[in-house]
């Protein structure tokens, strides 16, 4: 069954989100590290949290894996990943592991 990692980055009083450098020198580190386990991404930048309403989340990335070994095994490779996420946030962000039932 396939897996899926959600990486969630809320908005909060002063928090910073470079997405720029997100989309291209932090995922060029996810391709490099983790990519050769990864079925799919999909990364969607917040823009409203309803009408009239500003987001609640800078961003979220969703990565699809085949299974959990392929999670499994992404997620040992992640090291430089995880240690890059200081240089485009200062969000501490929140994590999903989910099955993908649709």
Not at 89 to 94: G, L, S
């Given at each position: 069954?396939a897996?899926?990692?959600q990486v969630?980055?809320?908005?909060?009083?002063?928090?910073?989100?470079?997405?720029?450098?997100?989309?291209?020198?932090?995922?060029?580190?996810?391709?490099?590290?983790?990519?050769?386990?990864?079925?799919?991404?999909?990364?969607?930048r917040?823009?409203?949290?309803?009408?009239?309403?500003?987001?609640?989340?800078?961003?979220i990335a969703?990565i699809?894996?085949?299974?959990?070994?392929?999670?499994?095994?992404?997620?040992k490779?992640?090291?430089?990943?995880?240690a890059?996420?200081?240089?485009f946030?200062?969000?501490?962000?929140?994590v999903?592991?989910?099955?993908?039932?649709?």
């Open positions: 069954m897996v899926s990692l969630i980055y809320p908005v909060s009083d002063g928090s910073t989100f470079d997405f720029d450098y997100y989309l291209s020198t932090h995922f060029d580190l996810v391709g490099e590290h983790m990519g050769p386990h990864i079925a799919a991404t999909t990364v969607t917040g823009v409203a949290g309803g009408p009239k309403t500003p987001p609640g989340y800078h961003a969703t699809t894996f085949a299974d959990q070994a392929a999670l499994d095994a992404a997620m490779a992640s090291g430089p990943v995880m890059d996420v200081p240089n946030t200062n969000v501490n962000p929140d999903l592991i989910g099955e993908v039932v649709s």
